[in-house]
């Protein structure tokens, strides 16, 4: 009876620091939550930058996934049948992490194509802009040529 108890307390507290652990992992993945919507209203600033800066971002999505992973799979081996249902838990918001990540990786991929486009398109305009100056030069100077020349 007695050790019957100490197994429930002890599932007990094992599902109570599951719990604490699961708690902390979603308070950490609400700070990166955080973190990436802040980066989304900078990217404005820092579109020029947005390649390396990316790149850098990019590197520490993928450590922080990583890291998710590894202690997800450590909670496994330390917990018991009534935790695993935790855990399984964690793992569909693990999932829906990774979609959002993808998705903001998608967007900021988006984000550097219109840069691109934009950049030639304006190179293109001032392009086209010069050769119109030009041509316009070289008719008003024939045009001052004629005057001269009568």
């Known amino acids: 009876m007695e050790a019957a108890l100490q197994n429930s307390n002890n599932q007990e507290e094992a599902l109570h620091i599951a719990e604490t652990e699961i708690r902390d992992l979603k308070e950490t993945i609400q700070a990166l939550r955080t973190e990436l919507e802040q980066y989304k209203f900078n990217q404005e600033d820092a579109i020029q930058n947005a390649v390396s800066a990316g790149a850098s971002e990019n590197a520490q999505l993928r450590g922080t996934?990583?890291?998710?992973?590894?202690?997800l799979?450590?909670?496994?081996?330390?917990?018991?049948?009534?935790?695993?249902q935790a855990v399984s838990d964690a793992?569909?918001?693990?999932?829906?992490?990774?979609?959002?990540?993808?998705q903001l990786r998608d967007e900021m991929e988006r984000m550097k194509f219109n840069f691109e486009d934009d950049r030639q398109e304006t190179e293109r305009e001032t392009r086209d802009e010069k050769i119109h100056l030009q041509n316009t030069i070289v008719s008003l100077r024939k045009e001052l040529e004629k005057l001269d020349g009568k």
Do not use: H, P
């Open 91 to 102: 793992n569909i918001e693990l999932a829906q992490l990774r979609e959002t990540i993808q």
């Open 73 to 84: 799979e450590k909670l496994k081996f330390e917990k018991d049948e009534a935790v695993q």
């Open 65 to 71: 996934a990583a890291a998710l992973r590894d202690e």
